[in-house]
């Protein structure tokens, strides 16, 4: 299992922002990028509501 | 151990990623940040206490960053990676490497980042987060600057103690 970091989000088994692939796995605080490009230690929330709704459409 | 506001902070040498050594000077203002290089809080952090680095370094201040993790559970905070980061951006300030933890231990570091602002006696006059939101870099390191401004004033810093927040200083087993 190629675990990501914490936190991880996942929706039905899928993480809602995939991870690059040269992205570090292991257990270790997860890097997201927001979209405006700066660093985070959340997913950004329109990244967040782009996966939930790509779920329930 | 932990040190309190007022309380002396103890001193140390510890080597740069040039394997220089760095201890507290004496300067008007010391700021300690233990931080490191996989931490999102400590990253998204950093460009703002670099920044606060250079526009404070005409008026004394020194300023010390400090990574105590254990690299072997995190490699990406060895000393190498510490090597190859500072080779790879513009740091203003020295990234020195506390590879036994004893610095950490002695300043009672919680996370990265977790500031300590200390005047010119090494007394511990602001101890937190650099500012109350890691996700808005408007803020600009508001409360590190506020205790800088205050310590050169002479006046007491407002805040001077918030809560750290950010990765847990990962300790060796």
Same mark, same amino acid.
Request: charged share 30%.
């Given at each position: 299992? #190629? &675990?990501? %970091?914490?936190p991880t989000i996942l929706i039905d088994g899928r993480d809602v922002v995939t991870p690059s !692939?040269? /992205? *570090?796995? %292991?257990?270790?605080? #997860?890097?997201y990028r927001r979209r405006d490009g700066e660093v985070s230690p959340t997913p950004d929330p329109a990244d967040l509501r782009a996966a939930i709704q790509e779920v329930i459409k | 151990m932990?040190? @309190?506001? %007022?309380?002396?902070? *103890? @001193? &140390?040498e510890l080597p740069d990623t040039d394997g220089h050594p760095h201890a507290p000077d004496g300067a008007s203002a010391t700021v300690v940040v233990f931080t490191c290089n996989h931490c999102p809080y400590a990253l998204a952090w950093q460009d703002r206490i670099a920044q606060a680095a250079r526009d404070y370094a005409d008026r004394g201040v020194q300023f010390l960053a400090i990574n105590s993790n254990d690299a072997e559970r995190y490699p990406r $905070?060895?000393? /190498?990676a510490m090597q190859q980061r500072v080779a790879a951006e513009d740091w203003p300030l020295p990234y020195l490497h506390d590879a036994t933890q004893d610095v950490a231990r002695a300043y009672g570091a919680q996370t990265t980042p977790d500031v300590f602002v200390l005047d010119s006696d090494r007394r511990l006059r602001y101890r937190g987060a650099p500012d109350s939101d890691y996700d808005d870099p408007s803020q600009e390191g508001a409360w590190l600057r506020q !205790?800088? $401004? !205050?310590?050169?004033? %002479? #006046?007491? *810093? !407002? *805040? /001077? /103690?918030t809560q750290p927040v950010g990765c847990s200083i990962k300790w060796k087993a």
């Open positions: 299992m #190629r &675990f990501p %970091g914490s !692939a040269d /992205e *570090p796995i %292991g257990l270790t605080c #997860r890097v | 932990t040190i @309190s506001v %007022g309380d002396q902070a *103890p @001193s &140390f $905070d060895s000393y /190498e !205790a800088l $401004d !205050a310590v050169l004033d %002479g #006046r007491d *810093p !407002a *805040p /001077e /103690e």
